[in-house]
């Protein structure tokens, strides 16, 4: 339905925000919010 397809567009601009970051600052992956757990 409508809530799938809305979850996965926030996934994905998560992870485009956090790609445009990465290459941004040019920083290797680090897994988000790991630490944080």
Do not use: D, F, S, Y
């Not at 998560?14 to 290797?28: S, Y």
């Amino acid at each position: 339905g409508k809530a799938k397809k809305v979850v996965l567009t926030a996934c994905m601009r998560k992870l485009l925000t956090i790609l445009n970051a990465m290459l941004k600052h040019r920083t290797p992956w680090q897994e988000v919010g790991a630490h944080h757990a």
